[in-house]
């Protein structure tokens, strides 16, 4: 069974940053492109940010552009998500996810392989 466990969440300030991390475990993720999708209540889950295996491919949606950086640390089978400025629009629940593809991955959050539960953020003013 693959594991995808998030952390990092909190609440902070509009302006301030916050460090989001994924870990991985159960099976090896070679070839497997990670990222990152949020979802306000009452909202659908959205697109944030994805990264190949390799790394060298980063990709984000325009909404955080800019401010949010993502990294992975392959040695710790981690997924990392800088977000800086942070705004109240950012407000949601953060789920790292797992997927053949950077390309499947931006296109939406259907027919993802594999789901963590979930970390909240919350910025306020």
């Known amino acids: 069974q693959v594991q995808l466990v998030e952390s990092g969440g909190g609440s902070v300030q509009v302006g301030g940053s916050l460090r989001l991390s994924c870990a991985a475990s159960?099976?090896?993720?070679?070839?497997?492109?990670l990222g990152w999708f949020r979802q306000a209540p009452g909202k659908e889950r959205e697109f944030v940010a994805t990264?190949?295996?390799?790394?060298?491919?980063?990709y984000y949606a325009d909404s955080v552009k800019g401010r949010f950086t993502i990294s992975r640390d392959t040695t710790k089978n981690t997924v990392s998500l800088q977000m800086n400025s942070l705004k109240p629009e950012d407000t949601a629940v953060y789920y790292c996810?797992?997927?053949?593809?950077?390309?499947?991955?931006?296109?939406?959050?259907?027919?993802?392989?594999?789901w963590g539960k979930g970390t909240l953020v919350t910025v306020s003013s």
């Open positions: 990264t190949s295996w390799s790394g060298m491919r980063t």
């Open positions: 996810a797992a997927d053949g593809s950077v390309a499947t991955m931006r296109a939406g959050p259907d027919g993802m392989d594999y």
């Open positions: 159960g099976r090896t993720f070679s070839n497997y492109a």
